[in-house]
């Protein structure tokens, strides 16, 4: 039982590349969703998937895609980076149990823009 | 929507002193309360909970009591060790109902001193 899993750990782009930060959960939870972590910010949502096929915006989703094809994978696309997306990145899931709200993290992907 | 505002850091301690870090919060009803820790250059964790009033959360020495009087959630431990240097994270849930999401506080900086 791997938990909640995250590639690449780290990560250096230049301006206007695009890629996939990959996420992906072994517990068969419903939630998923992906945040960025800024000094002085918190996590903000980005988007978020209450299952396969459905997904919805967060509070900073401009700049950012995703999609839910499967329970397991949750991928957050950059489709142009710019350095305001400098940030570390985690995924997290929950289940649709009495439990609900506690969510489970990915150890993180730490994004730079150039 | 629900909110929270946790105390800012930095907090500085030395080793075997009490701490206490201060969350209030602002919801509909009587939604979970969470305490998520983050060590140095990994994800969050959930370090304890609560889910309803006058509950009290516990995990490695930490307690917080959930006292819908004063809408606050504080985090406190009798003594602090060096090992419980991280950033510190207040939580509830986006809305009172079970959505997956929760907003977090912006995040308190602990640094214990030998």
């Known amino acids: 039982n791997a938990g909640v899993t995250q590639t690449p750990k780290f990560q250096v782009l230049k301006t206007g590349q695009s890629m996939t930060l990959q996420c992906a959960q072994d517990m068969n939870h419903e939630y998923m969703s992906w945040y960025r972590q800024d000094p002085g910010m918190g996590l903000r949502l980005i988007h978020y998937s209450v299952g396969a096929g459905i997904t919805d915006q967060g509070e900073v989703p401009n700049g950012y895609n995703v999609s839910r094809s499967t329970t397991e994978d949750f991928p957050l696309r950059l489709l142009s980076a710019a350095p305001s997306q400098t940030s570390v990145y985690f995924c997290a899931s929950s289940w649709t149990g009495d439990d609900t709200d506690t969510q489970y993290f990915g150890p993180g992907t730490r994004l730079t823009v150039l | 929507g629900n909110s929270v505002t946790q105390m800012e850091g930095p907090v500085t301690l030395s080793e075997e002193a009490f701490l206490t870090i201060n969350c209030t919060y602002t919801a509909t009803g009587y939604p979970s309360l969470f305490w998520y820790v983050q060590y140095p250059g990994e994800g969050l964790q959930l370090l304890l909970k609560a889910t309803k009033a006058d509950d009290k959360g516990s995990n490695k020495g930490f307690e917080a009591t959930y006292r819908k009087e004063t809408t606050s959630f504080h985090l406190e431990k009798g003594s602090v060790q060096v090992s419980d240097s991280a950033v510190y994270f207040c939580?509830?849930?986006?809305?009172?109902?079970?959505?997956?999401?929760?907003?977090f506080g912006q995040g308190t900086t602990l640094q214990v001193k030998p």
């Open positions: 939580a509830l849930p986006e809305l009172s109902s079970n959505t997956g999401k929760l907003i």
